[in-house]
């Protein structure tokens, strides 16, 4: 039985969260209205899993967040609107220790709830046992100052090296993200392209906060881009993203999701769309926190054809699923937690 605490400012839609885990089975629950509300009941009710409105009277989800993360640590997903606002605020949220999120409905509540009921029950139920990570207070000290005229030079635009880092991440992702990425310098010389399973309206802000952490640049895919040294690609939500050539160039562009692939944007294609591109040995493949098994056959492939491989440890996931199916498959070329992973990319291609 999982101890579940549903947070949220809205009667109706407290009724109609509690009837979804209901009718699930299998949770006990517990109501709250507001963000004091979660505070004292998350010491009081002790729960597994913890789901969060943003926007609340007398406290809001943010300020409540951070209490409940020095009071008691609890698993906590997100329930945040479709905004842009929303979008900022949730991974504010993931930056003081939310494990995952989910889409706040729009419109008629008891309709439109039954379209993100999968994905909130799969959600919680994978957060009920996820890995509470701490933040590093020095997190945004994770790479030294740059003179402004120096790094704005290494920023500028420069051609692709000969290679692609491939980066498949869903659970605990961002905050995960925000301790690798800013960690690598502008004259990183390979492409970095991340395909995080993340709605569409999640992806823009969450590549203009990446951009704002980084020496290098961080952009959402919108529409074909030819690939270049010190930038980070992030693939755009409610897509996947492929890599092709054309002529000399490596480019990334967005394609409507695949069917046939439960996750996205599909790690999975990604990397298969770089080894139709260019020989495994040009490809480094970085597995990170996640559940399920998205991009595990493709980057074991890559390894087992020379090219190299990262699965983060279980010691940092948020939840080890994604990395372990690459071990197992005897698909990881080193095993590191997320701390060390950064560094081992700067040594493969900066010798």
Not at 300 to 305: F, K, N, R, Y
């Amino acid at each position: 039985m999982i101890k579940l605490l549903i947070i949220d400012d809205s009667a109706l839609m407290r009724r109609q969260l509690m009837q979804v885990f209901e009718q699930a089975g299998g949770f006990d629950i517990c109501l709250g209205r507001n963000g004091r509300e979660a505070v004292e009941l998350n010491r009081s009710f002790a729960p597994d899993v913890v789901t969060l409105d943003i926007n609340m009277p007398e406290m809001d989800g943010l300020s409540a967040l951070s209490l409940m993360m020095l009071d008691r640590p609890v698993p906590v997903v997100m329930v945040s609107s479709l905004t842009e606002q929303g979008a900022l605020a949730t991974f504010e949220a993931m930056n003081l220790g939310a494990v995952d999120y989910v889409a706040k409905p729009s419109g008629t509540i008891s309709l439109s709830l039954q379209e993100i009921e999968q994905d909130l029950l799969a959600k919680v139920r994978v957060a009920a046992k996820a890995r509470i990570r701490s933040r590093a207070p020095e997190l945004a000290r994770v790479r030294e100052p740059l003179a402004a005229p120096v790094a704005e030079a290494a920023r500028r635009r420069r051609p692709a090296s000969d290679g692609l880092v491939l980066i498949g991440v869903s659970t605990g992702g961002p905050s995960t993200l925000e301790e690798i990425l800013p960690a690598l310098p502008a004259s990183f010389p390979w492409p970095i392209l991340v395909a995080q399973h993340m709605p569409a309206a999640f992806t823009r802000s969450f590549a203009e906060r990446m951009d704002k952490l980084c020496a290098l640049n961080v952009l959402e895919v919108a529409a074909p881009t030819v690939v270049q040294g010190g930038h980070v690609y992030i693939a755009r939500g409610g897509a996947d993203m492929l890599v092709a050539k054309r002529g000399s160039y490596l480019s990334v562009l967005p394609k409507p999701e695949s069917p046939a692939h439960l996750w996205h944007p599909s790690v999975e294609l990604l990397a298969r769309s770089a080894l139709q591109s260019m020989p495994a040995r040009q490809l480094i493949g970085v597995m990170l926190t996640g559940m399920g098994n998205d991009g595990a056959a493709a980057f074991a492939e890559i390894c087992g054809d020379g090219g190299r491989t990262i699965a983060e440890s279980e010691s940092s996931c948020v939840v080890f699923g994604m990395p372990k199916d690459l071990i197992d498959r005897g698909g990881a070329s080193v095993v590191l937690p997320a701390s060390k992973i950064a560094t081992q990319l700067r040594v493969w291609l900066e010798q």
